[in-house]
């Protein structure tokens, strides 16, 4: 299979602990340890009905955090409301509580009460040699909601050659089946390219 997929990674925040760099007011922030995707836990963000549109979250990652090399910011968030693109902003800062960022990344559209994993593009990574704020922007007022994030990592992704091997041909047909499930979130703009030899083939299946 070629893929997209992660040649590199560098865990910027891992969520182990409640972002508290800035918190903004209306803004209450904890750990859940009962609802996360990596780890232990992730960091639970709950935002009052009168949370104001543009308010950031803060928190500090480790000093000089460099991202040259690397080409994409990845995620997993869950919202309790369904969001549009852009409705939630990442962050990224070579100053405290991201007053200057670096990178201003949009959250795709989310569905409500699901975890989604977000690979975005870094816009200027040679720019992002010395990341010491990792910021959530609530950039429009969509209402009283609860937020959960976990695992920040930036990633070098590119187009590689995924070994998969095939388990099974289903007679008297087109398909096969695969020895596992090939995971979208980490594959994307995914091409399967199979290879069989001729004439040694199974006669009982159709070409």
């Known amino acids: 299979m070629m893929a997209l997929g992660v040649l590199d990674s560098l865990v910027i925040d891992d969520c182990e ?3 508290n760099e800035d918190v ?3 803004y209450t922030i904890s750990l859940d340890t009962a609802d ?3 780890g232990t836990s992730s960091v639970k963000v709950d935002i009052a009905a009168a949370g104001a549109a543009g308010t950031i979250l803060c928190e500090v990652v480790a000093p000089g955090t460099a991202l040259p090399k690397f080409t994409h910011l990845e995620f997993w968030i869950k919202c309790s409301i369904a969001t549009t693109a852009g409705d939630l902003q990442i962050l990224l800062d070579d ?3 991201c007053v200057s960022p670096l990178e201003t990344l949009n959250v795709p559209a989310l569905v409500a009460n699901t975890w989604t ?3 975005v593009a870094l816009a200027t990574p040679q ?3 010395a990341v010491i704020s990792l910021g959530l922007k609530y950039t429009v007022d969509i209402g009283a909601c ?6 920040f990592r930036a990633t070098r992704v590119a187009t590689a050659a995924v070994p998969l091997q095939v388990s099974q041909f289903i007679q008297d047909d087109v398909y096969l089946a695969l020895s596992s499930a090939v995971d979208s979130a980490y594959y994307q703009n995914a091409a399967l390219l199979v290879y069989y030899t001729s004439p040694d083939e199974d006669p009982t299946c159709s070409n």
């Open 17 to 19: 602990d409640a972002w």
């Open 146 to 151: 609860t937020i959960r994030l976990d695992d």
């Open 36 to 38: 996360k995707m990596v």
């Open 95 to 97: 100053t405290a509580k």
């Open 117 to 119: 994993h977000v690979r």
């Open 24 to 26: 903004p007011a209306n």
């Open 127 to 129: 720019l992002d040699s």
